[in-house]
């Protein structure tokens, strides 16, 4: 997955003025204790920080 598809989907779900805000502020487990800014800073594809997301906030199977 390129990063701006990332992007589309954190803003569609999140909303544009908050998807970076979740992805800064937002620390999951299923990153090991990172955001999502901080994961993708880190190496992490986006495509596994993207279902992370999807896992951390119950996003519909449609949706990922």
């Known amino acids: 997955m ?3 598809v990332f ?3 954190m803003a569609a779900h999140f ?3 908050y998807a970076d805000t979740f992805a800064r502020d937002h620390v999951m487990s299923e990153l090991g204790g990172r955001t999502v800014h ?3 800073d880190a ?3 986006a495509k596994d920080v993207w279902r992370a997301v999807c ?3 119950n996003i519909p199977y449609d949706k990922r």
């Open 55 to 57: 896992t951390a906030v």
């Open 15 to 17: 909303g544009e003025g």
């Open 7 to 9: 992007w589309q989907r």
């Open 43 to 45: 190496g992490w594809e």
């Open 38 to 40: 901080q994961a993708l």
């Open 2 to 4: 390129r990063l701006t």
